[in-house]
C-alpha cells in the first residue's frame, strides 16, 4: 500500500528582508547575493512567533485542503533545527494548537533534508498499515539562529513552514520510493557549536556567538552539486524513469546554482524545476513542503504527474523521494 499526499499548505511570515536591507547590515551587495545565490528576499518571522506558530498555520491549511480535522490525524512528524525549545518537542506544542489530541507527535532533525526524513517515516508508518493519516512538517525561524554580522550565512536564511498530509492510497499513485543518506564524518560543515552536552550554555559561549549557524559554505557547496547529482540520476534509474518524463523537480531551496546544476547534468529544462528562493531565501526543512504546496496551488502538477523532491543538508545528510501525483 502506498501513501499519497491528501493536502498541503505553507506559512511564511509577513515581514520581507531584501538584500538592499541586507546591504545596510553586513558588508555585502545585492549583486553578490543574486550572483552566488539567487535570493532578493526572504521573510522574517515577527518576535512574537515561535516555529510552532509558523508549523500551525501550515498544517491548518494542509488539513483544510485534505479535507480533514485535527482529531483524524494520527501522527505528526515536524522537521526541524529552531524548534520552539530544547524539550518538549515542538511536534508535541503544534500538537496541543491544532487540538490533534489523538495524535502521537515527534520531532525529526535531519537539517535542510528534514522534510524527506520526516516523509519517509510516515510513509513506513501508512505502508506497515500502523496509522492511516500523518501531518509531516517542515518549519524554521532561522533568524534567530543567524549571526547578523555573518555575511557568510546571514544572507542566505530564511523563515517559514509547510506541510502535508499523508494517508494511504487507494490507487497507484503517491509516494513511489525514498532515500536517505548521511555522512557524519562532515558534521562541522554546518553545525550549532554551542546549546547541547559539548557546550552547554555559558557566557563564554554567548560572548564567542557559538549559538549560532556556521557554515563552511563553499566546502558544502561542492559536497551538495556533486551528491544531489549522483542521488537524482540514481533515484530515476533505479525506479526505471527518464528525466524526459519527470513533470516536476522540487529541490531544497538553498542556491540557485546547486539546482540549476542538477537540472543541468540531468537534462530537466529550468521550466520544470521549482525555484522560489528568490523570495524567500533557504529555509532548511521547510523549503519542499512550501516549495510543493506553491507549485500544487500554482497547477504547476497534475494527476499522474512524476515528481521528485531532494534536498542536502547539515548533518550531512541527504535525500529524495519520487511521488506519482
Ligand atoms: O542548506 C543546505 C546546505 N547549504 C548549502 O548547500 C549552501 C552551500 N553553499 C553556498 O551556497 C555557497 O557556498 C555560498 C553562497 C555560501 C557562498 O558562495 P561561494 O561562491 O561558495 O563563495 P565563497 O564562500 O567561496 O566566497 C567567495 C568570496 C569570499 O571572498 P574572498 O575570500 O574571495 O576575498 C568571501 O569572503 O565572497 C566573499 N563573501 C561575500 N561577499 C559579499 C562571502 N559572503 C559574502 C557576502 N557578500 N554575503
Redesign the pocket.
Known amino acids: 500500500m502506498r501513501s499519497r499526499i491528501l493536502g498541503t499548505g505553507a506559512y511564511l511570515p509577513e515581514r520581507v528582508l531584501t538584500n538592499f536591507d ?1 546591504e545596510k547590515m ?4 545585492n549583486e ?2 543574486i550572483e ?2 539567487g535570493i532578493h528576499e526572504r521573510r522574517i518571522a515577527d518576535q512574537a512567533e515561535v516555529t510552532s506558530d509558523l508549523a500551525h498555520e501550515a498544517s491548518v491549511k494542509a488539513l483544510e485542503m485534505a479535507g480533514l480535522e485535527p482529531h483524524d490525524i494520527d501522527l505528526i512528524v515536524l522537521a526541524t533545527v529552531s524548534g520552539d525549545m530544547p524539550l518538549p518537542s515542538t511536534a508535541c506544542i503544534l500538537q496541543d494548537k491544532l487540538g490533534a489530541k489523538r495524535a502521537a507527535a515527534f520531532d525529526i532533525n535531519a ?2 533534508s528534514g522534510f524527506i526524513y520526516a516523509l519517509s517515516v510516515a510513509d513506513a508508518f501508512i505502508r506497515s498499515g500502523t496509522y492511516r493519516n500523518i501531518l509531516v512538517v517542515g518549519a524554521e525561524i532561522l533568524s534567530r539562529f543567524t549571526d547578523w554580522k555573518d ?6 536564511l530564511g523563515d517559514g513552514a509547510g506541510a502535508v498530509v499523508l494517508s494511504p492510497s487507494d490507487n497507484d499513485s503517491g509516494v513511489i520510493s525514498v532515500r536517505l543518506y548521511a555522512d557524519g564524518s562532515l558534521w562541522d560543515l ?1 553545525h550549532i557549536p554551542a546549546g547541547g552536552s559539548k557546550l552547554p550554555a555559558s557566557e563564554q559561549t554567548l560572548r564567542e556567538r557559538m549559538h549560532y549557524i556556521k ?1 563552511r ?2 566546502e ?2 561542492k559536497v ?1 552539486v556533486r551528491t544531489l547529482q549522483s542521488l537524482v540520476e540514481e533515484t530515476l534509474k533505479d525506479n526505471g524513469i527518464k528525466p524526459s518524463e519527470l513533470s516536476l523537480l522540487i529541490p ?1 531551496q ?2 540557485r ?2 539546482i540549476t546544476a542538477t537540472a543541468e547534468r540531468l537534462g530537466i529544462p529550468l521550466d520544470r524545476v521549482m525555484l522560489n528562493l528568490q523570495k524567500y531565501g ?1 529555509t ?1 526543512a521547510a523549503s519542499i513542503p512550501i516549495a510543493l504546496d506553491e507549485a500544487l496551488r500554482e497547477g504547476r502538477i497534475k494527476q499522474g504527474d512524476y515528481i521528485l523532491l531532494e ?4 548533518g550531512l545528510t541527504w535525500g529524495s523521494a519520487l511521488i506519482r501525483w
Open positions: 541586507l553586513v558588508d555585502t551587495s553578490w547575493i552566488r545565490t537539517a535542510c555575511r557568510t550565512t546571514c544572507v542566505l554546518l557554515m559554505g563553499n558544502t557547496f551538495a531544497h538553498a542556491n546554482r546547486i533557504n532548511s534536498a542536502f543538508g547539515g
